[in-house]
T-cell receptor
Framework: AQSVAQPEDQVNVAEGNPLTVKCTYS??????LFWYVQYPNRGLQFLLK??????LVKGSYGFEAEFNKSQTSFHLKKPSALVSDSALYFC???????????FGKGTMLLVSP | NAGVTQTPKFQVLKTGQSMTLQCAQD?????MSWYRQDPGMGLRLIHY???????DQGEVPNGYNVSRSTTEDFPLRLLSAAPSQTSVYFC??????????FGSGTRLTVV
C-alpha cells in the first residue's frame, strides 16, 4: 500500500517570503514522487517529480522540492512567493511496480500582497 | 496534439440515471486511470488500466464500471447515479516512464 500525508490544510505566506508546503509518504520499495498545482476550476498542472538521482529537484515556476529518504518527506519550496502562486497543491506518490498515483488531500496556499 | 480529452465538461444527472464519461488520449500511452476529486479528500483512484483489455479497481470503484477496448479510449460508466457521486472526475494517461497527463475534468452533479 502507498499513502501520502499533507499535514497542513492551508499555508499562508506574504508575497516575497519563502514558502514550504509539506509532504510525507509511505511506500514499499522505491518511491516516485510528484507535485501538482490546481488553480480554481482548472485541471492539474505538473510542477516537478523525483524519480532517482539528485535529491533536490527543480521544477516549473521557480518551485523546487527535496527528497529526504530518512524522513520519508518531499517538501515543496520556493524562495520568494508570488500572489499568483495562490492555489491548491497536491503531493502524489507512485511505488515501484505500480502504475497509478496516490494523492495527498491537498494544501491550499494563500499568498498575501 | 490534444493530450487527454474528457467529455462532457459539465453534467447534471438525476438519481438513478446512468451515463458514460468519455476519456480519450492521442499519445499512445499504455496506462490510463480515473480519479474523483472531492473537497478535503484529494484525488482518489476509481479504476485503472495498464493496457487494452486490462482493467482493475482502485480505491473507490463501487458504482462505476470501465472497459478498455482500444489504447486511446477509457470510458467511465455510472451505472445508477447517486448524490454521493457528485464530484469532479479526472482522467489521466501515463507512460511507464512516469509522464502523467491529466484531462481538464468533468464536473458531475447528481440531484
Amino acid at each position: 500500500a502507498q499513502s501520502v500525508a499533507q499535514p497542513e490544510d492551508q499555508v499562508n505566506v506574504a508575497e516575497g517570503n519563502p514558502l514550504t508546503v509539506k509532504c510525507t509518504y509511505s511506500v514499499s520499495g522505491n518511491p516516485y514522487l510528484f507535485w501538482y498545482v490546481q488553480y480554481p476550476n482548472r485541471g492539474l498542472q505538473f510542477l516537478l517529480k523525483y524519480i532517482t538521482g539528485d535529491n533536490l529537484v527543480k521544477g516549473s515556476y521557480g518551485f523546487e522540492a527535496e527528497f529526504n529518504k530518512s524522513q520519508t518527506s518531499f517538501h515543496l519550496k520556493k524562495p520568494s512567493a508570488l500572489v499568483s502562486d495562490s492555489a491548491l497543491y497536491f503531493c502524489a506518490v507512485r511505488a515501484s511496480g505500480y502504475s497509478t498515483l496516490t494523492f495527498g488531500k491537498g494544501t491550499m496556499l494563500l499568498v498575501s500582497p | 496534439n490534444a493530450g487527454v480529452t474528457q467529455t462532457p465538461k459539465f453534467q447534471v444527472l438525476k438519481t438513478g440515471q446512468s451515463m458514460t464519461l468519455q476519456c480519450a488520449q492521442d499519445m499512445n500511452h499504455e496506462y490510463m486511470s480515473w480519479y474523483r476529486q472531492d473537497p478535503g479528500m484529494g484525488l482518489r483512484l476509481i479504476h485503472y488500466s495498464v493496457g487494452a483489455g486490462i482493467t482493475d479497481q482502485g480505491e473507490v470503484p463501487n458504482g462505476y464500471n470501465v472497459s478498455r477496448s482500444t489504447t486511446e479510449d477509457f470510458p467511465l460508466r455510472l451505472l445508477s447515479a447517486a448524490p454521493s457521486q457528485t464530484s469532479v472526475y479526472f482522467c489521466a494517461s501515463s507512460t511507464a516512464g512516469m509522464d502523467y497527463t491529466f484531462g481538464s475534468g468533468t464536473r458531475l452533479t447528481v440531484v
